[in-house]
């Protein structure tokens, strides 16, 4: 157990961090300083982390997975980034690349784990195994947490791109279900504890990482 934790941790703090610092960057360059402004335009893990998103929960779940047999997609989050929607330029279309700018820092992260695990699986110089679990277990995060995160359900990032791709009348009436966001998201989450509906997705997007480095693990 020791040794998983030992094995996730990095990826995933840097996961779910960077992928809200992205948020905020992206927000910035399109006028929104709020975040900005309370310093959560970094790169600072410590600036982002929620102890129960960040640390518990993606551990209780680990620690399930190990001991409990028990099966499902590996969830977190971190603090949110604040969000002023009427402080960016255009606020329906710049939404849409503020949500999108999370799950690309996911897709961008599994492809520089992916890049890691290939050269050293490319090079014989005493490569540690430990550390082709750690990217291992990088291009598995980063996979799931894109995948989650663009699930068309308010707040997550793929419900904000919906609202944003939506035409007008259309994208606000979408938007007031976010209130019940939540619990369809947990309504998903538990009809799908086997990963009937997000693990053949998570496995593809992870085949296709494979196959862009011509690479072979065991995820």
């Not at 335009?41 to 410590?46: G, K, Q, R």
């Not at 929607?85 to 520089?112: C, E, T």
């Not at 009436?173 to 019940?180: C, G, H």
């Amino acid at each position: 157990m020791i040794e998983t934790i030992a094995v996730y941790a990095l990826p995933v703090v840097l996961a779910i961090t960077l992928h809200e610092a992205a948020h905020g960057y992206v927000a910035r360059h399109f006028g929104d300083l709020t975040a900005y402004r309370l310093g959560r335009v970094s790169l600072n893990p410590i600036r982002h982390v929620d102890w129960m998103g960040t640390i518990v929960v993606p551990l209780a779940i680990l620690i399930a997975s190990r001991f409990a047999g028990a099966s499902g997609i590996l969830f977190g989050w971190a603090k949110p980034v604040p969000v002023n929607f009427y402080a960016l330029r255009h606020p329906k279309r710049d939404m849409m690349w503020v949500a999108a700018a999370g799950p690309a820092s996911n897709v961008l992260q599994a492809i520089i784990w992916a890049a890691l695990l290939k050269i050293g699986q490319s090079f014989d110089f005493g490569y540690p195994d430990a550390i082709a679990a750690v990217a291992t277990a990088g291009i598995m995060v980063n996979v799931t947490l894109t995948v989650l995160n663009l699930i068309p359900v308010l707040p997550l990032d793929g419900g904000r791109i919906m609202f944003s791709l939506l035409p007008e009348r259309l994208g606000y009436r979408y938007a007031r279900i976010e209130p019940y966001g939540l619990i369809v998201l947990v309504i998903i989450l538990v009809a799908d504890t086997q990963n009937r509906l997000l693990g053949p997705v998570t496995h593809e997007m992870t085949r296709l990482v494979a196959k862009l480095f011509h690479i072979d693990f065991e995820a």
